[in-house]
């Protein structure tokens, strides 16, 4: 079966050092994986996704992500936090075949703070 | 440029009363979603459909209710609400491709007294 795991519930960092969000994911086949946020109150915005073209991928506000295939990873990185990225972000894979119905699978989700 | 629009934003209901949840987007996507959101679970498929007069049963569809009588618009209904009904609600609409991007609205949040 598929899944997706976001090994840590909650991220708490400090303004300015690198952020680590870890999600492992059961797929079959080479799936198709997504980042999205979370801001408080609001509706998810997609951060990045893989596609099996180049497996670091580069999205918006300075965040990426490496696909693994070896480990099963898509772990999500940025460089330097800054305080507008606390938020929840939430890893999605889509396995083959799953994509235009209902086999969209969310992570339950990491909460990322930000320290002054 | 609206997008992905959900009205009510917020709605306190007794147990047993219905209500409806709409959901209108403006990008003239095939696949529109209906999503919960509980604390610790992540989101949840409750129904979906993949264009206008179709709809499907998602992973929690008991309880619901949805119509897409127009390609723009998926409601939402409960018909009687119940206290493990709280929760907050997301529509969301994608092209037909497999890898494409889903839009989501701001949420419903939703409270069964």
């Known amino acids: 079966a598929q899944s997706v795991t976001q090994l840590d519930s909650h991220v708490s960092v400090s303004e300015g050092t690198p952020v680590l969000l870890r999600c492992n994911y059961s797929?079959?086949?080479?799936?198709?994986l997504f980042w999205y946020v979370q801001h408080p109150n609001k509706g998810l915005q997609l951060l990045l996704k893989?596609?099996?073209?180049?497996?670091l991928v580069k999205g918006i506000n300075g965040f990426e992500a490496e696909f693994k295939k070896s480990e099963t990873s898509f772990h999500l990185t940025k460089p330097s936090a800054h305080m507008s990225d606390a938020a929840e972000y939430f890893c999605?894979?889509?396995?083959?075949?799953?994509?235009?119905?209902?086999?969209?699978?969310f992570g339950t989700g990491t909460l990322l703070a930000v320290q002054p | 440029n609206a997008g992905v629009t959900q009205t009510p934003k917020f709605r306190v209901l007794k147990t047993g009363q219905s209500m409806t949840l709409l959901c209108a987007q403006d990008?003239?996507?095939?696949?529109m979603y209906w999503y919960r959101q509980d604390p610790g679970m992540g989101l949840r498929l409750i129904h979906y459909?993949?264009?206008?007069?179709?709809?499907a049963k998602g992973e929690v569809p008991d309880g619901y209710n949805v119509s897409r009588l127009k390609k723009q618009n998926f409601l939402l209904g409960l018909e009687s609400a119940a206290p493990s009904q709280t929760s907050v609600y997301f529509c969301?609409?994608?092209?037909?491709?497999?890898?494409?991007?889903?839009?989501f609205g701001e949420g419903s949040r939703l409270t069964v007294l």
């Open positions: 969301a609409s994608k092209t037909g491709t497999e890898t494409g991007e889903l839009f």
């Open positions: 797929s079959s086949y080479s799936p198709s």
């Open positions: 893989y596609t099996s073209a180049a497996t």
């Open positions: 999605v894979v889509i396995p083959m075949g799953g994509g235009a119905t209902n086999k969209l699978i």
């Open positions: 990008m003239n996507h095939e696949y």
């Open positions: 459909s993949v264009g206008e007069g179709t709809t």
